[in-house]
């Protein structure tokens, strides 16, 4: 039997790379909130990726945002309820829902993109380009290997 070892977990990085992602969605939603918009930072990742590529399927969009089904389903259900997004029927198959801006959706698109250019470089700002690039080289490394070892 295989002996189980202490795992300091601040050793590793893909601890850092959890606390991270927690610690920016508090700074994001904190941004927003001081900006007036009433908007979390799971609705502005759908709302971005419907601003590249507007009219999107819902379960597509469920997929690129990692969410599951009923997830999103609730999330689209509280866009809609906020005017962000309409749903409406495929017009080729009744069962598959597409995800639309509305007319505020993209107001507060236009509101929320210059928080987010603002935001991002202040993070990096103690960051040299070189050391930018080596961290994103590494992290892809990383996600190669865990999509490697899923297909396991």
């Known amino acids: 039997m295989s002996e189980i070892k202490a795992i300091d977990l601040n050793a590793h990085a893909l601890s850092w790379v959890g606390k991270i992602h927690y610690d920016f969605g508090f700074l994001v939603q904190k941004a927003f ?8 930072k799971e609705q ?7 601003n590249v590529n507007d009219g999107q399927p819902q379960n597509d969009l469920a997929f690129i945002t990692h969410r599951d089904k009923t ?7 509280t866009m809609e309820s906020k005017n962000l997004v309409v749903r409406k029927n495929d017009e080729n198959d009744r069962r598959v ?3 639309f801006l509305t007319d505020y ?5 236009e509101k929320v993109q210059p928080i987010m250019y603002d935001l ?3 993070v990096q ?3 040299s380009e070189e050391e930018i690039e080596t961290l994103i080289t590494t ?10 070892i899923a297909e396991e």
Do not use: C, F
């Open 33 to 40: 909130h001081n900006s007036g918009l009433d908007l979390s």
């Open 139 to 148: 992290l892809k490394k990383i996600k190669l290997k865990i999509a490697d």
């Open 125 to 127: 700002e103690s960051l």
């Open 120 to 122: 991002i470089p202040a």
């Open 71 to 77: 997830s999103m389903t609730r999330l689209i259900n």
């Open 105 to 109: 959706g993209k107001e507060v698109i």
């Open 44 to 50: 502005w990742s759908v709302l971005k990726r419907l």
């Open 97 to 99: 829902n597409r995800i």
